[in-house]
């Protein structure tokens, strides 16, 4: 059985934090609550990345998210990576499992980007049939998350929202909830990132993210990029108090994967987060 991964706040797992993590004698306090990988980082059949991950597992609960399946993909999932993933999870066990809302693959070639979709029932059909597949190769749920966005598509009649709730119905994933994504969406795109959480199924949310993000160009011209290499801002702090205030404390990971900062770094935000869901309590 999975360990369950406890309604806390985590950090990411990064190579270069791994000792660090590992460094306190087994009966010493944990330094975080439980952990994240990227499952892509550990198809392998063995050696020192595998070791390093089990010495990691025996300590703390595991959740596994990823960034390949391409569940939005016409063309359907690549069974040889469901495969490879499911026996992954069949090893680490993990907690949870996520992957995004988005294609990348094409053709039997993998793309280096999520790519976005439009919101129509046609690209609902495509996603449905791709998590009910998935859900059925794994033996287990699935998370989706929800995409950071820089443009809205001329053809998406459905609201995000209302598009994962949708995808909820018709399939039974979960949904996990990537605040600093909905605060890059509205702020590129336009909309209200508060509403777009209150309009989510608050039982489906198994999980929430957070992450810092990067600002490029000026005025009209600005964007906001999804990178991961920044502290949680102001006003997703404020967004989670939202989120935390309308779902309950859930789960929730902080995410750093570029300008990657001291461990103690990632633990602060882990404890700010921690302290939003005490106060919520």
């Known amino acids: 059985m999975p360990d369950a991964i406890p309604v806390s706040a985590g950090i990411g797992l990064r190579h270069p934090h791994d000792q660090l993590l590992l460094s306190e004698p ?4 944990l330094r975080t609550p439980w952990v994240e990988v990227h499952s892509e980082n550990f198809l392998c059949d063995g050696g ?7 010495a990691i ?17 016409a063309e359907g999932l690549d069974p040889e990576h469901l495969k490879r993933l499911r ?12 992957e995004h809302l988005s294609w990348s693959v094409t053709q039997g070639v993998y793309l280096n980007d999520l790519l976005p979709l ?12 791709n998590i009910s597949h998935a859900q059925d190769a794994l033996g287990r749920q699935i998370l989706v998350e929800n995409p950071s966005r820089y443009l809205n598509f001329t053809d998406s009649p459905m609201t995000e929202a209302a598009f994962l709730t949708l995808l909820v119905q018709r399939t039974g994933c979960g949904l996990l909830l990537d605040v600093n994504n909905v605060y890059v969406s509205t702020v590129n795109t336009g909309g209200d990132a508060e509403d777009f959480i209150r309009s989510l199924p608050a039982d ?9 993000h990067s600002v ?44 990657l900062p001291e461990l103690a770094v990632l633990l602060d935000e882990a ?9 919520a309590a």
Do not use: N
């Open 57 to 73: 597992r025996r300590r703390y609960p595991v959740s596994c998210h990823g960034v390949g399946l391409s569940l939005g993909s």
């Open 26 to 29: 087994g009966d010493a306090p």
């Open 118 to 129: 439009p919101y129509t029932e046609d690209c609902a059909r495509v996603l449905c049939r």
């Open 48 to 54: 020192p990345r595998l070791a390093q991950l089990a």
């Open 271 to 279: 404890r700010t987060a921690a302290l939003v869901m005490k106060d």
């Open 204 to 212: 489906a949310v198994g999980e929430i993210h957070l992450a810092g």
């Open 87 to 98: 026996h992954l999870f069949t090893w680490v066990r993990p907690g949870l499992v996520s």
């Open 216 to 259: 490029v160009g000026e005025g009209d011209d600005r964007v906001l990029i999804d990178t991961h290499s920044t502290r949680v801002c102001p006003e997703v702090w404020a967004l989670y108090r939202t989120a935390i205030a309308h779902l309950g404390p859930r789960p929730t990971l902080i995410e750093w994967d570029s300008d």
